[in-house]
């Protein structure tokens, strides 16, 4: 923790030294898009996108879940994605997930989540599987992935959107291991790298 401190502590002198950018600008009210995924320390959107600040609005969840929209019920993450699409007009929409996540081997293997009774629960009850949940756990994560895009689809903002052709959405998977980032075909149901 105290590196992080004194990290934060000096931040200032390297952004007024020119060696680090605090905001953009250009892109200050106008990010390029939002970026969805998981709370993972491992994945970080501004290192595997190259956005500086001011360039990726973010909304971060265990396990990147987006809940099921349902009119009149108050979610953190159904502000978060209403202020992108309806405020800022983001026009595309990143959600982004990977391999090695807690909160998918948690949906697959529940007694790991013994302990976080709330963490399960948000799965679960967010979470529905299309179809029998795959064997191997990168497929899990990505069936997971889909299942998210789904529900995000379902945002009558989003919807009304995407049917204009005003906004886009893209699934990405993101291998920690590899750094490889492959995109979801909707058509297809294939991945291929980006
Ligand atoms: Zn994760």
Redesign the pocket.
Same mark, same amino acid.
């Not at 090695?100 to 998918?104: D, E, H, N, T």
């Given at each position: 923790m105290q590196s992080l401190i004194d990290h934060a502590r000096t931040f200032h002198q390297k952004v007024s030294g020119g060696r680090e950018q605090a905001a953009s600008p250009r892109h200050g009210v106008s990010p390029q898009a939002m970026f969805v995924t @998981?709370?993972?320390a491992q994945?970080i959107p501004s290192l595997i996108t190259g956005a500086r600040p001011g360039e990726l609005f973010e909304l971060r969840t265990?396990?990147?879940v987006i809940p099921p929209y349902r009119l009149g019920r108050l979610t953190a993450e159904a502000a978060t994605i209403e202020y992108a699409v309806n405020i800022l007009g983001v026009r595309d929409v990143i959600v982004c997930?990977?391999t090695? @996540?807690?909160?998918?081997q948690g949906r697959v293997r529940s007694w790991t989540l013994r302990s976080a009774p709330t963490t399960r629960w948000w799965l679960l009850q967010t979470h529905r599987w299309r179809e029998a949940p795959a064997v191997a756990e990168e497929d899990a994560a990505r069936a997971h992935l889909v299942a998210q895009l789904d529900k995000l689809r379902r945002y009558p903002r989003v919807a009304r959107r995407l049917a204009a052709g005003r906004l886009r959405l893209h699934g990405w998977f993101y291998e920690v291991e590899t750094g490889v980032v492959s995109n979801y075909h909707p058509d297809t149901g294939a991945f291929t790298p980006l």
């Open positions: @998981c709370s993972d994945v265990a396990g990147n997930g990977h090695r @996540c807690g909160a998918v």
